[in-house]
């Protein structure tokens, strides 16, 4: 991958952060010790002003909080997040600890201030490649962003997401935080456990969600036991091209429990996957009549659901044999050749779990039920242990499930609705509690963690509310950072000013240096910060060290087209700037630059089929160039170096000025030309 090491703005932040963090820190130490009378410097002198401001006064505390987050401007966050968007159909990225919006990636849906699927023939390719039987889909539900990694940590080079609502997953390139490539599920319509890597990103997880018939096929809902399936795809990524290999891909038949998030293992567990399912009741709902049972009664009447621990070596070797079959041209292992080959068991777990999450060190699966307080904790060697003395009863589709007993490792009460897990570096877990609007902190147990002192809740901290994950910096990878905690929250209530009824959601960050010693009623957590978040449901996020990332500030080379990553040859450049007519078909290439186009005049007839390139010949950090045209719904973004280009019929006669959408100079005003379509007559 040529250019990861240009320079970067990111790099050697996180020293500087943490000595500047120190100075903000003693500062307000000092202000707080500090009884002055003159109105600065002082917290006294800051509630002053802050009462004269209309304010509440602070505490100690929160003045401590206020000064572990604040930023001086200028000064870089040593962490990134990376937060799905949900129904906005994007990734937000998130400084850490300020918790300021740096920006929103353009994935699944229309984004104009990227340029993103206005005409760019780049952005529309990647974006009709998640068409659905042709049909447009551009809206998307993105729920698990992951970090591609190396040896089990981030390594900063690409981020995936899904797209729950139509089974889409979508590659993003941290050179320059793009997308670059939408995949629509072949089997699937829905999908949820996704997107998971495996430790070195050879492999992406989708798991599925709500079983339907394979294929986007129809079959009544009275046969779901049979014509339903569950399923899990495992997209082979191709680091060097940057882009999943659909052809190396393949899916699995899974009873139609409905599936719901996956972790890959690591360490010891590496070439397993792990996910939890809910609905092994196989509820179909009340009908239309309604009066059957409805799904939220039927899917969880049951004490237990299935985790599915799948060997994933075995499934690789099995589809590279072709034992498959074809659903969609796409290859998939049935059900029976899975319990057959001994690629797939099922674990009990605790009734409704909402996802698994793998310990650091890959020896433990942590599951927690949402209608269960508490958290379940699986051995891995116990599993093994299990599967080779056979120690299993076999449901209803013949798929083996082990002995609870046999493979749990421990439980520990933590509060009401525990969802989502991630770790630390000192053997704590946090996981969420929904149903508390909770974090609790608690300790894992064992050698590899805090052993004897391990397996109990060491303390919660209240949160606003209705917490859904939660996310800790490199928090599930082999070695998670520890420090703080982001609750992702789904309901902020009365936290902000309401903006109407339609209330954004609340980040939450939490400090969680101290010990629980220190703070026995939080079990040594503060929260420190909000974040609204009006713009979409993130669910799940992660959060990097700053320092990993590279991305470029500037394109390479003038005229590389973020669609290839390459430079495109056929891209204008300074000098060759031209129109060229063929009968119809008009070809023009224009370069950008502050503060102008060349050419700055077109000149065509009605109905011609026009292809217009363009190029930022600007080289300089930040100095990028918009280009639009009323009426045609054109609008591009070209950033420095960056080539694009845009094909339309100009059916439409009048006269037509374009400019430059980004306020780039003091000329900028007049960086503008006039397209006039001649009527024909
Ligand atoms: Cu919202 Cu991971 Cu899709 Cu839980 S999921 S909250
Ligand atoms: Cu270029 Cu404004």
Redesign the pocket.
């Known amino acids: 991958m040529s250019g990861r090491s240009t320079t970067s703005f990111w790099r050697n932040r996180s020293l500087l952060a943490v000595v500047a963090l120190f100075a903000v820190f003693a500062l307000v130490l000092q202000a707080c010790s500090n009884s002055g009378g003159d109105g600065s410097g002082s917290s006294e002198g800051i509630n002053e002003r802050r009462e004269a401001a209309g304010l509440q006064p602070l505490t100690d505390d929160q003045l401590m909080s206020a000064g572990l987050t604040y930023l001086p401007s200028g000064e870089h966050d040593p962490y990134v997040m990376f937060a799905s968007g949900g129904h906005a159909g994007q990734v937000f990225v998130v400084g850490v600890p300020s918790m300021r919006l740096l920006k929103t990636i353009a994935v699944f849906t229309p984004e104009p201030w990227q340029g993103w699927g206005f005409g760019n023939i780049g952005t529309e390719e990647v974006l009709d490649s998640g068409n659905i039987d042709g049909r447009e889909v551009r809206w998307a539900d993105t ?2 962003p992951a970090l591609s990694e190396t040896a089990g940590d981030y390594d900063g080079e690409f981020v995936f997401i899904n797209d ?1 609502a139509n089974a889409r997953i979508a590659v993003i390139d941290l050179r320059d935080f793009e997308t670059k490539q939408i995949v629509k599920n072949p089997i699937a319509i829905n999908d ?1 456990g996704g997107t998971f890597v495996t430790p070195d990103t050879e492999w992406i997880i989708e798991g599925g969600q709500y079983a339907t018939p394979h294929g986007w096929e129809y079959a009544p809902i009275e046969d779901y036991e049979t014509d339903y399936k569950g399923m899990i795809t495992v997209w082979k990524f191709d680091r060097e091209a940057g882009r999943v290999d659909e052809s190396q891909s393949f899916a699995m038949e899974l009873p139609p429990y409905w599936q719901d ?1 996956c972790d890959a293992g690591k360490l010891v567990s590496e070439g397993w996957i792990f996910c939890n399912s809910f609905n092994t009741e196989l509820a179909t709902g009340s009908g239309e009549d309604g009066s059957g049972e409805n799904f939220e009664a039927g899917a969880s009447a049951r004490d237990n659901d299935y985790m599915h621990a799948i060997n994933l070596d075995k499934a690789v070797e099995l589809a590279a044999a072709g034992t498959t079959f074809d659903v969609n041209g796409f290859p998939v292992i049935g059900l029976q050749t899975l319990i057959d080959e001994g690629v797939l068991y099922f674990i009990p777990e605790p009734k409704s779990p ?2 698994v999450d793998i310990a650091p060190h890959g020896d433990y699966m942590v599951i927690s039920g949402k209608l269960d307080p508490h958290t379940t904790i699986y051995s891995f060697e116990k599993m093994i242990a299990a599967i080779e003395a056979e120690n299993w009863v076999p449901d209803q589709y013949g798929v083996p499930v082990l002995d609870f007993d046999a493979v749990m490792e421990a439980q520990v009460e933590l509060g009401l609705g525990p ?2 897990t991630q770790f630390d570096d000192k053997g704590y877990a946090y996981t ?1 509690l ?1 149903l508390d609007s909770a974090v609790a902190r608690w300790s894992l147990g064992g050698e590899n963690y805090r052993g004897d002192d391990g397996w109990k809740l060491e303390g919660s901290v209240p949160v606003h509310y209705n917490i ?2 939660l996310v800790a910096p490199e928090g599930d990878t082999v070695s998670p950072d520890g420090g703080y905690v982001v609750a ?1 929250n ?1 309901w902020s209530i009365d936290r902000f000013l309401p903006p109407g009824p339609l209330l954004p959601q609340n980040f939450q960050l939490i400090d969680t240096v101290p010990e629980p010693s220190e703070k026995p009623e939080t079990g040594g957590m503060t929260v420190m910060y909000d974040m609204p978040i009006g713009m979409g449901e993130p ?2 996020a992660q959060i990097i060290k700053a320092d990993k990332l590279n991305p470029w500030t500037v394109y390479p080379e003038i005229g590389f087209d973020p669609a290839t990553m390459s430079v495109d040859p056929n891209a204008p450049v300074s000098g060759n700037e031209r129109i060229e007519r063929n009968g119809n078909e008009v070809e023009i290439w224009m370069t950008a630059i502050r503060s102008h186009y060349t050419p700055d005049r077109v000149q065509i007839n009605q109905g011609d089929h026009v292809t217009w390139h363009v190029t930022n010949i600007d080289t300089s950090f930040d100095a990028t160039h918009g280009f639009s045209i009323p009426a045609y719904d054109i609008n591009l973004s070209l950033e420095p170096g960056e080539t694009a280009t845009v094909e339309f019929v100009a059916d439409m006669d009048g006269v037509f000025p374009y400019y430059c959408t980004e306020f780039c100079s003091a000329l900028h005003l007049e960086m503008a030309g006039y397209f006039l379509v001649k009527p024909t007559e």
């Open positions: 729920h698990h729950k949820h998030l909402h996802g969802l989502h969420s929904f859904g994950h992702l789904k669910h799940y």
